[in-house]
């Protein structure tokens, strides 16, 4: 799947848009950080999916998608920040809320300067804001300016390439997990792909020396003309054969990214029809959490459950999925994790809200 050339993402932002740190909701302004068009790339992806891909144009790429970034409409919500605005090829213009949450990124940038400073001490609590200046273009104008706030960050795509299936059927099929909200795009693993993803996972959890398991996870991306809808199929999970593992990391190596990308192209070319792509990845927490150690937390042993586990994204997994699926909205990173009993969990996460969030997904039945 080779690159196209280059694009730009048009994005008009307000003219003085910056996160503001503060020691406290009421203290003073300690740093002033600007928001830069790229700080908004995962969010912009995130609005092309559910506000123009989910709303049937499956067709208009990103780069082709005018945004704008507004205040955040009136009844939005205590914790929303800003409002990002799409103007649709049929001229209708629907609006996603993000809360600031979702520029942590810019926040931490501003952070060695206020330490190098000392103002701030090592584990100095924070508070930040978005402090939006200006007034962002009326109603009727363009949505994204021909002069003075749009910026401009240059993309690489790929175009998009759907199986065209009908939807319910498979939802009538499917086994669900976790509990879906109205911004999970429907993801579908094949019974045998997720077998093979926990499987993998397992085997680095149950080693003598646990290690961190894992691989890629291969797939389609669906389309419902009836429905006007796409979702995830993900048909295979690849483990990785060479990759550098301690019980804290996995690192794949050059060896690995050849032989994912032999069988990616060999699979493409058996199976045109499928328009196979990479979606994701998958592995193993083989560690308790912090509190699982020596003895466990007090309350271990009168407590019937227990909701502390390994399961999550950290920061490293966080990275590794924006330099590799950066302006990819649907792509996926499955988790298995351990409880301090060490019972195994399993979560899937998607991008929402501009984090790495825990999401439901369908397990389909392998066909006879």
């Known amino acids: 799947m080779a690159p196209t050339p280059a694009s730009l993402l048009h994005l ?15 203290g003073p302004v300690l740093a002033r950080e600007a928001v830069r068009p790229a700080d908004l790339a995962d969010v912009a992806a995130e609005v092309w999916l559910q506000c123009c891909l989910r709303r049937g144009f499956p067709d208009v790429p990103l780069s082709g998608l005018p945004l704008r970034m507004l205040p955040p409409r009136d009844g939005a919500g205590a914790d929303a920040s800003y409002d990002l605005e799409a103007l649709l090829p049929n001229g209708h213009r629907p609006r996603q809320t993000f809360s600031v ?5 810019v ?11 000392g103002a701030f001490a090592e584990h100095t609590k924070c508070v930040y804001e978005l402090a939006m ?32 299936r009908p939807l319910a059927p ?11 909200t109205p911004q999970d795009l429907p993801v579908f693993f094949s019974q045998s792909a997720l077998t093979r ?17 894992g691989g890629v996870l291969l797939g389609s991306l669906g389309w419902c003309s009836e429905a006007r809808e796409c979702f995830v199929l993900v048909r295979d999970a690849l483990e990785v054969q060479e990759p550098e593992q301690t019980q804290f990391s996995l690192t794949f190596s050059s060896h690995d990214w050849a032989q994912v990308s032999a069988i990616l192209t060999a699979r493409q070319a058996a199976e045109p029809g499928d ?31 227990c909701d502390l ?12 999925m924006q330099a590799h699926y950066r302006r990819q909205p649907w792509a996926l990173s499955l988790i298995v994790g351990l409880t301090p009993r060490r019972t195994v969990v399993t979560q899937l996460f998607g991008l929402r809200d501009g984090r790495w969030q825990s999401r439901s997904f369908h397990v389909l039945p392998d066909a006879p």
Do not use: Y
């Not at 008009?12 to 503060?22: G, N």
């Not at 240059?154 to 175009?159: C, D, I, S």
């Open 170 to 180: 498979l939802r009538a099929q499917a086994r669900e997990v976790g509990a879906p």
């Open 275 to 305: 328009h196979l792509r990479l979606l994701g990845q998958f592995h193993a927490h083989p560690f308790r959490p912090a509190d699982g150690v020596e003895g466990g937390c007090e309350q271990c042993p009168k407590t019937s459950s």
């Open 107 to 117: 926040a931490r940038r501003a952070l060695p300067a206020l330490l190098a400073s």
């Open 12 to 26: 008009a932002l307000p003219p003085e848009a910056a996160v503001t740190i503060r020691t406290s909701a009421d």
């Open 133 to 164: 200046q200006g007034e962002p273009s009326a109603p009727g104008a363009p949505a994204v300016p021909a002069t003075g706030t749009t910026g401009s960050v240059t993309l690489r795509t790929v175009p998009l390439a759907f199986v065209r």
């Open 197 to 213: 993803a926990l499987e993998t996972a397992a085997g680095g959890i149950g080693a003598d020396s646990p290690v961190e398991a």
């Open 101 to 105: 949450h979702s520029l942590s990124q």
């Open 309 to 320: 586990h390994s399961a999550f994204m950290s920061s490293d997994d966080q990275l590794w």
